[in-house]
């Protein structure tokens, strides 16, 4: 009979991918949540796995063999307490991950503030068109797989987010994971609802660089806030990307939004993708996945190869159509830096045509007001922005946006459709950003420009 896991918190990207991973594995698998809905409840669904709404007691009746708990529970929730009061064994989702599944596997772990899907995603996309049969756990759906998770046989790819694990284990996810190649794509504040400054984040970047072993490989890219992780203390092998350095890996633009460019190792071996993404973000997760592969054996004419045949990521400047020739994005963008350098790679590619940003403040970070003084200033280069401002902050972007021309800030998403649509017009690239559903505005806003 096989042992079943109980998962608290399922329908979340990392605990849903975990238990398509169990599944795998041979468990009976089930789990509960508070946002039981499409896409992550039809896929566990066809998966075989029985998901319930809320965090009942009932549901942990009779006890399973073992509950998994996500990090958004937290002491006083009616599950938990059930499982502490009867003394359930439980564990938090990393924690499983890494003594299940992640030992003896090669463990290659994309981290940083940004990138890490996208990095992650054609990482992947290359072993498997390497024939190397990776497995994956990425927060998010690569075009050309159908689920954010895999088991494989062969290497494994993980998005080793520096979120914490568990309400009873504060480390952060990645620490849990012992990867042999790591990635540190870049190093910013962030996740303000759990961190307090910047170098509480370093230190649990620190805690999982002190993991990996002598023999693996860390892939940095350039940042003073990285160099000062590393200079902690660091027992493992460093390659740079794109610091400028002789000696680097390197990545060199042959147009002006990245749609073609070059790729060269530390030993000087070159070669060029052409492909239909945009901007110097995607080019730099790239190099980056180029060099992870080539540490697991892959040549960079090989890595090179596979990327241009890449199509992307769900929710990755994703275009969703293009009706009435105004070309409707969707975007996962939810941090200044991000908002950016999407914002950059969209404006070189439209050229002359407008570009119109539609930003909904969303993350507990964005919501708390910790980078709003950069908030603005990210949405340089769109030409008209959209901003969908919750209730409750103790800020104002209504305030921030007063004084500017171009400058929109709605409460109501519905009147945000409404004047949005009477501003578009045909040769637009409009981008929503947000690490929800947005209450429908990106299907709204299509079926109205279609009419």
Not at 255 to 284: C, K, M, Q, V
Request: glycine content about 10%; hydrophobic content about 40%.
């Amino acid at each position: 009979m096989s042992k079943r896991v109980h998962i608290l918190g399922i329908c979340g990207t990392f605990m849903g991918g975990l238990a398509l991973l169990a599944r795998e594995l041979g468990y009976e698998v089930t789990g509960s949540d508070v946002n039981v809905y499409p896409p992550m409840s039809t896929m566990l669904e066809t998966a075989g796995i029985a998901v319930q709404e809320g965090y009942s007691s009932e549901h942990l009746k009779p006890a399973p063999d073992l509950v998994v708990i996500g990090n958004a529970l937290s002491r006083g929730n009616e599950a938990v307490e059930h499982i502490l009061d009867h003394q359930i064994p439980y564990v938090s989702g990393p924690q499983w991950l890494g003594e299940n599944l992640l030992q003896d596997r090669h463990v290659a772990a994309i981290s940083g503030t940004h990138g890490k899907t996208t990095t992650s995603s054609m990482l992947t996309w290359i072993l498997e068109c390497e024939g190397l049969n990776p497995g994956f756990l990425i927060g998010g759906v690569p075009f050309g797989f159908e689920r954010s998770a895999r088991l494989g046989q062969g290497p494994f790819v993980i998005e080793a987010d520096e979120y914490d694990s568990a309400f009873f284990d504060k480390r952060s996810k990645f620490v849990h994971y012992k990867p042999q190649t790591l990635v540190v794509n870049n190093l910013e504040f962030d996740h303000a609802d759990i961190f307090t400054d910047l170098n509480a984040i370093q230190t649990q970047f620190h805690h999982l660089v002190r993991c990996i072993p002598s023999s693996g490989h860390i892939i940095a890219s350039k940042g003073d806030a990285i160099d000062e992780v590393l200079n902690r203390g660091c027992w493992t092998p460093v390659s740079r990307i794109d610091t400028g350095s002789p000696g680097d890996w390197a990545v060199q633009a042959q147009d002006n939004h990245f749609g073609e460019f070059e790729i060269r190792s530390p030993a000087g071996d070159s070669a060029s993708i052409t492909w239909g993404l945009i901007g110097r973000h995607n080019a730099e997760n790239a190099l980056a996945a180029v060099a992870v592969a080539h540490d697991i054996g892959v040549s960079v004419q090989d890595a090179c190869e596979a990327l241009c045949r890449f199509e992307g990521v769900k929710r990755r400047l994703e275009l969703l159509g293009s009706p009435n020739e105004i070309a409707v994005y969707d975007d996962f963008a939810h941090h200044p830096t991000a908002v950016k350098t999407t914002l950059d790679g969209l404006r070189n590619a439209a050229g002359e045509q407008r570009v119109v940003a539609v930003i909904e403040i969303r993350s507990n970070t964005m919501k708390r007001g910790t980078h709003r003084e950069e908030l603005v200033p990210a949405t340089q280069y769109a030409d008209l922005v959209f901003w969908f401002e919750p209730g409750g902050l103790n800020w104002s972007m209504t305030e921030a946006t007063s004084e500017l021309h171009g400058h929109f800030v709605f409460r109501d998403t519905n009147q945000l459709h409404d004047a949005l649509v009477k501003q578009l017009h045909s040769g637009d690239h409009v981008v929503i950003m947000s690490n929800g559903s947005f209450s429908g505005l990106h299907r709204q806003l299509l079926q109205s420009l279609s009419s």
